[in-house]
């Protein structure tokens, strides 16, 4: 029986699973946006640049950057050779024209001009700017010759999706910077002086799929937003703004997003000459948003470090460092940024400080798990077999609800798992239909508690007839005939022999069907076991736990086994 156990364990550990329907998106339907932050082409990068070429700072993040259609980031500079610096301006920045090959190259297509340097050098060296950055082949916004071209937003379009950009500044260090009538300067708004933003947000939202607004604001080297942030934040979302993307603190600030909209507070520096005993301004993200014409449907935070002016993507444990620290920073926004970048909102109050907020908070956001009317999600509350059953049968479906069609039709003497009116009989005679319950098992009994061993069981099923209906013919031995389970082999490197010796007490008094299930499921990592050393396989399963494995089973399927 063991060498029959490894010959199914390593034929399915072979096969590449399924991708899943709800893991499908149709990227002819969405579009990617790339964020990043403040972008100074000046000072020390401009030596860089003069050293080894106008790409050289961007090297290490170029294919991130062109990956997606459209990427838009914060210019913090003059560009031109016109004007002086300003008096009394302790840093002022100015870059030469060929600086900007390097933006253009590397896969910026829009910049924000809205800041408190683009006008270091004066009015004739900002319009000089403007020329040299559209001469380049990118868009520039925030900045014009008149209030109306500052103010205009530039229309990003691409799959049947319209997106309105507008980009304005609330730290300026004169009034005389912002456009206003005829004079040449920036876009320039306040949390108790926005009539002019929000009208125009107002004006474009009947004609536009999301408005995105790019906003220099908040105090430099802080990582709470202000209140006069949070004030602003307020009146761009009340208005209308989907996006909101802030510049100007140097630093990483958390995010807020609530399914339909989000914000960025900071995305901290991207190509920046820093100093070097502020590590804090040498990090900062690449925030990629996948918009489709419904919806928000993938937000993803991709952490970089300045290393010598050249910038990076993180990898590895620094970058599960700085998104721990991104996850912190955005609990009081009700907000989780997990391991892989993803950035979800949080949906159920009881799940605040729960073990599986995460977990459970990814497959509320995809419809798959519910909370009860209350609003809570009791995460500790055991799970019946029709919960669980139905959970798995949206998961293999795609679908949140079934059509009749759907669903097979069994004669009366057929069908025992449960009467044709309750709630969970589509999805109990759907995996009925596909094998994974028997159709008809008196013992079995929906409204009772599902045990951690007949969840294994059931996933176990669900990925033998995966590999089944697409391997058909290759692999085929489905266990046969043998001796007991654990008697010598190894499905990798001996790993089943140490689990049955670990859990054998637990293991023996199943059947063997379910002694391979629990052991694939240790082996896929889907299940674990707890800290006192036990799988504890009887006991029933709780909402947390289901949701935990029922990811874990989704992200599997994802990247195949």
């Known amino acids: ?49 003069d050293a080894e070429g106008p790409l050289a700072p961007w090297l290490g993040v170029k294919d991130l950057l062109q990956s997606a259609d459209f990427t838009i980031g914060n210019l913090e500079c003059a560009v031109g050779t016109t004007g002086f610096p300003m008096p009394d301006k302790q840093w002022t920045f100015r870059a030469s024209p060929e600086t900007l090959q390097g933006l253009r190259d590397a896969g910026v297509d829009v910049v924000s001009l809205a800041n408190n340097h683009t006008l ?76 002019n933003i929000v009208a125009r947000i107002e004006a474009i939202r009947p004609d536009v799929d999301y408005i995105v607004v790019y906003l220099h604001w908040g105090e430099e080297r802080t990582t709470e937003p202000e209140d006069w942030v949070l004030r602003m934040e307020n009146v761009l979302r009340e208005a209308g703004a989907d996006i909101i993307i802030g510049s100007h603190p140097h630093v990483l600030r958390g995010l807020r997003f609530d399914g339909k909209s989000l914000t960025a507070f900071s995305l901290g520096n991207f190509i920046f000459a820093t100093r070097l005993d502020s590590p804090a301004c040498q990090i900062g993200a690449v925030l990629s948003i996948t918009l489709s014409k419904r919806a928000i449907e993938e937000v993803v935070i991709h ?34 940024v997990i391991a892989s970048g993803q950035v979800l909102e949080r949906v159920f109050p009881d799940v605040l400080n729960h073990w599986a907020r995460v977990n459970v908070s990814e497959l509320a956001r995809l419809e798959i798990v519910r909370g ?17 059953a139905t959970t798995l049968a949206r998961v293999i479906s795609g679908k949140l609800e079934l059509a009749n069609t759907d669903v ?87 790993i089943t022999d140490q689990v049955w010796s670990q859990f054998q007490n637990e293991l023996e008094p199943l059947d063997p069907e379910r002694q391979i299930a629990v052991l694939w499921c240790i082996n896929e990592s889907l299940l674990k076991g707890y800290d006192d050393g036990t799988l504890r396989l009887d006991n029933p399963v709780t909402r947390a736990e289901a949701a935990t494995i029922i990811l874990r089973f989704m992200n599997l399927q994802s990247r195949g086994s």
């Open 303 to 336: 952490p970089t470090e300045i290393v010598w002016g050249k910038t990076f993507v993180m990898e590895g444990q620094a970058k599960q460092e700085v998104l721990a620290t991104l996850g912190q920073l955005s609990q009081p926004f009700d907000t989780d």
């Open 1 to 49: 029986m063991k060498k029959a156990l490894l010959l199914i364990l390593a034929a399915v550990t072979m096969l590449a699973l399924v991708q899943p329907a709800w893991a499908q998106v149709n990227r002819s339907q969405t579009i990617t946006l790339n964020f990043v932050g403040d972008i100074l082409l000046a000072s020390r990068i401009q030596e860089l640049i």
């Open 120 to 195: 270091d050098f004066g009015a004739e060296c900002l319009l000089e700017t403007i020329e040299h950055v559209k001469n380049c082949g990118i868009i520039p916004i925030g900045a014009g010759p008149d209030e109306a071209s500052a103010r205009e937003p530039v229309i990003l379009e691409k799959n049947g999706i319209r997106i309105a950009l507008f980009a304005t500044s609330m730290v300026i260090p004169v009034w005389e910077w912002a456009a206003e009538g005829d004079r040449p300067g920036l876009a320039v708004d306040y949390s108790m002086w926005n009539h």
């Open 372 to 388: 009860f009317e209350d609003g809570r999600f009791l995460p500790d509350k055991p799970v019946t077999r029709a919960e669980f």
């Open 408 to 494: 097979p039709m069994f004669q009366p003497d057929e069908f025992s798992l449960c009467e044709p009116d309750h709630w969970a009989y589509p999805y109990l005679a759907y995996l009925a239909g596909l094998s994974i319950l028997p159709a008809h098992d008196p013992e079995w009994l929906p409204d009772e508690f599902c045990p951690r061993a007949e969840v294994c069981a059931l996933l176990w099923k669900t990925v033998m007839r995966d590999n089944a209906a697409n391997n058909t013919g290759e692999n085929g031995s489905n266990g046969g005939a043998g001796d007991n389970p654990h008697e010598g082999g190894t499905i990798t490197t001996g």
